[in-house]
């Protein structure tokens, strides 16, 4: 298992709440990652980061933000939940090294009503 | 710019039958391959990598895959299937420059 974890792992929220989910590694890993997957599907990644202060939007666009204020900690949030949000979101990790895994936490599965 | 190519949707498979999972790629340069399984609202774990060397990679679970260069594919395989091998399987490939691209998925269903 890798050292990298999300909260909560399940939400149930109404439209119009901020939310924000967790997403943590002790790794040492300087890239991380968040990817939107719906359920059996392909993911889509909505936002990266090379290392503290840096941040990058992926290849889907998303309304959330990221930020990454600290290596371990690479926190996303949605100001306005709307029901076209809900998903599964998952975090990831990896070295800048060329040849490193990227490793994934357990994901948050989210239901915006 | 890197792509990755699972060409099935779902592969069905009996308990004991061997199992093949299918992956194309395109890189430039030298690529490292990469597969995952993912298991029902679980995140991905990883089975197992091709860097260089040995062309046939061994990984966890009884998993192994085979790099052809010349294909430019990196098939999953299992001699025997389980019906706990039932999951989601992603391919992905990562290139020099250190960027991953995931391949849509394929569905494995094991039948007792």
């Known amino acids: 298992e890798a050292d990298i974890y999300q909260t909560p792992r399940y939400l149930v929220i109404g439209t119009g709440k901020k939310i924000t989910l967790e997403c943590s590694q002790t790794?040492?890993?300087?890239?991380m990652y968040w990817y939107q997957q719906d359920p059996g599907m392909e993911l889509h990644l909505i936002h990266y980061s090379y290392g503290v202060n840096s941040t990058e939007k992926g290849d889907l666009s998303s309304e959330s933000t990221v930020s990454r204020i600290r290596t371990e900690h690479f926190p996303l949030t949605l100001e306005s939940a709307r029901p076209s949000h809900t998903s599964q979101y998952l975090c990831a990790s990896s070295s800048l090294q060329g040849q490193e895994t990227q490793y994934f936490g357990p994901g948050t599965r989210l239901l915006v009503l | 710019a890197q792509s990755v190519a699972q060409p099935e949707d779902q592969v069905n498979v009996a308990e004991g039958n061997p199992l093949t999972v299918k992956c194309t790629y395109s890189v430039s340069g030298n690529p490292y391959l990469f597969w995952y399984v993912q298991y029902p609202n679980r995140g991905l774990q990883f089975l197992l990598k091709?860097?260089?060397?040995?062309?046939l990679v061994k990984g966890s679970y009884g998993f192994e895959a085979e790099f052809n260069k010349s294909q430019t594919s990196f098939h999953l395989k299992k001699p025997s299937a389980l019906v706990s091998d039932s999951a989601l399987y992603f391919c992905?490939?990562?290139?020099?420059?250190?960027?991953?691209?995931f391949g849509a998925g394929t569905q494995v269903v094991v039948t007792p």
């Open positions: 091709y860097i260089t060397g040995d062309n």
């Open positions: 790794m040492g890993h300087d890239k």
């Open positions: 992905a490939v990562r290139d020099m420059t250190g960027e991953f691209q």
